[in-house]
């Protein structure tokens, strides 16, 4: 069953404290995983740093995790048009947040809580 979710996050160079601002940069949403991460989705870098993502819930279940519904998240800024080679010294990527819950339900009510996340400032 499909089941889109939406993460927002401000991304923030971690050297300057300054957003990172819209341009060269495009961002990715990651799974951090046991054997291979799971790509979720992309997003253009605003002119404050603010990203959203959306993408299936469902994505994050694979060989390696198949039956996960809290995905650990991380974030990748890049420039997608550099070499696999520059990549590799010029990617920036955030913490991982671990075990992100889309399916809590409220105690009372026993709807769904959650779909969409704000992860706030995030440093890369």
């Given amino acids: 069953m499909e089941q889109l979710v939406k993460i927002y996050a401000e991304l923030v160079d971690k050297e300057t404290g300054k957003p990172l601002a819209e341009g060269t940069l495009q961002a990715y949403l990651w799974d951090k995983d046991i054997v291979n991460d799971d790509f979720l989705a992309e997003s253009d870098i605003g002119s404050s740093g603010e990203v959203s993502f959306i993408f299936n819930l469902e994505q994050v279940r694979s060989l390696d ?21 520059k990549r590799i010294f010029t990617c920036r990527q955030s913490e991982v947040f671990k075990d992100t819950d889309f399916l809590s339900k409220d105690p009372v009510t026993r709807e769904k809580n959650e779909l969409t996340h704000d992860l706030g400032k995030v440093f890369l």
Avoid: F, Q, T, W
């Avoid at 998240?73 to 420039?79: E, F, G, H, R």
């Fill in 65 to 85: 995790s198949p039956l996960e519904e809290e995905p650990d998240l991380y974030i990748v800024a890049m420039n997608p048009d550099d070499s696999a080679i």
